[in-house]
T-cell receptor, first 114, second 115 residues
Framework: AQSVTQLDSQVPVFEEAPVELRCNYS??????LFWYVQYPNQGLQLLLKYLSGSTLVESINGFEAEFNKSQTSFHLRKPSVHISDTAEYFCAVSVAGNTGKLIFGQGTTLQVKP | KAGVTQTPRYLIKTRGQQVTLSCSPISGHRSVSWYQQTPGQGLQFLFEYFSETQRNKGNFPGRFSGRQFSNSRSEMNVSTLELGDSALYLC??????????????FGPGTRLLVL
């Protein structure tokens, strides 16, 4: 069975500081990895995903994540955060054969302070 | 292109009642997945439909059911509501066969409160 662990439930950070949201997964088969963001009273939006190839993936709004197979991690980073990045972030995995199913971590609330 | 829409957005029911939630996927998307989001359990997969067939199911009791219509719109039904069914119910659609690498696009959710 697959599982996802987000190591921090809340991450407070000051505006323009760097941030890292940690995600580890457990799986005996190859996985596909996703980061989603949820703003208050909204659904989830895809930030970025890793399918194969380069282990570093980037989003259009400055976030990046690196797939590390040996450490089974997919940490999300941003070099300089903005107030507007305040939201809940979810790491998720999917595997072949488990159609249409994303397995989510518990989420990390990023609180950006002025 | 319009996003995933869910109706109603908010719902209040009492224990023992049943409820039906609706989801319209992005035009052209054929796979629809449903999730339950609660503070305690987080986001949990309910089921997935493709071409009117349920292809995958999560670990929920039989009170939770769903269906998909020929236009890919989907409904989920919860019978005999319990207090613990209070949650945000999210649906997500994807383009093709709902394969593991496909992006799922989420609707805003239906917030269900059971009293």
């Amino acid at each position: 069975a697959q599982s996802v662990t987000q190591l921090d439930s809340q991450v407070p950070v000051f505006e323009e500081a760097p941030v890292e949201l940690r995600c580890n997964y457990s799986s005996s088969v190859s996985v596909y990895l996703f980061w989603y963001v949820q703003y208050p009273n909204q659904g989830l939006q895809l930030l970025l995903k890793y399918l194969s190839g380069s282990t570093l993936v980037e989003s259009i709004n400055g976030f990046e994540a690196e797939f590390n197979k040996s450490q089974t991690s997919f940490h999300l980073r941003k070099p300089s955060v903005h107030i507007s990045d305040t939201a809940e972030y979810f790491c998720a995995v999917s595997v072949a054969g488990n159609t249409g199913k994303l397995i989510f971590g518990q989420g990390t609330t990023l609180q950006v302070k002025p | 292109k319009a996003g995933v829409t869910q109706t109603p957005r908010y719902l209040i029911k009492t224990r023992g009642q049943q409820v039906t939630l609706s989801c319209s996927p992005i035009s052209g998307h054929r796979s629809v997945s449903w999730y339950q989001q609660t503070p305690g359990q987080g986001l949990q997969f309910l089921f997935e439909y493709f071409s009117e067939t349920q292809r995958n199911k999560g670990n929920f009791p039989g009170r939770f059911s769903g269906r998909q219509f020929s236009n890919s719109r989907s409904e989920m039904n919860v019978s005999t509501l319990e207090l613990g069914d209070s949650a945000l119910y999210l649906c997500a659609s994807s383009w093709n066969r709902g394969g593991p690498g496909e992006t799922q696009y989420f609707g805003p959710g239906t917030r269900l409160l059971v009293l």
